[in-house]
Nanobody
Framework: VQLQASGGGLVKPGGSLTLSCSTS????????VGWFREAPGKEREFVAG???????SYLDSVEDRFSISRDNTQKTVSLRMNFLKPEDTAVYYC???????????????????WGQGTLVTVSS
């Protein structure tokens, strides 16, 4: 399964970006999708996820600034990022759950496929 991540770029502190993750997976609507990020010198961390049943989960530090949504018709998951901070700078990866109909999603999700990553740089 191929995932295509897009939407990264350079933004000033306090700005916004929307990342998108798209796929051609025919049964996309049955799978949860997560966003992870990897900052220089740090381990990859879970940022946000959405299950097939639209249950959402967020990293504590982004919960009041980021919003994840999905469009099953377009086979796309979006991550809206508001009030961005320099510490949000990272390569962001989307990930498809390895199994369908999982009831939860979070840092320990079993990833079946990764997107290629999109760079987000928050700097003045």
């Amino acid at each position: 399964v191929q995932l295509q991540a897009s939407g990264g770029g350079l933004v000033k502190p306090g700005g916004s970006l929307t990342l998108s993750c798209s796929t051609s997976e025919s049964s996309f609507s049955s799978y949860g999708v997560g966003w992870f990020r990897e900052a220089p010198g740090k381990e990859r961390e879970f940022v946000a996820g959405i299950t097939w049943s639209i249950r959402r989960s967020y990293l504590d530090s982004v919960e009041d600034r980021f919003s994840i949504s999905r469009d099953n018709t377009q086979k796309t998951v979006s991550l809206r990022m508001n009030f961005l901070k320099p510490e949000d700078t990272a390569v962001y990866y989307c990930a498809l759950d390895s199994r369908p109909y999982e009831s939860t999603i979070g840092p320990t999700m079993r990833v079946g496929s990764w997107g290629q990553g999109t760079l987000v740089t928050v700097s003045s």
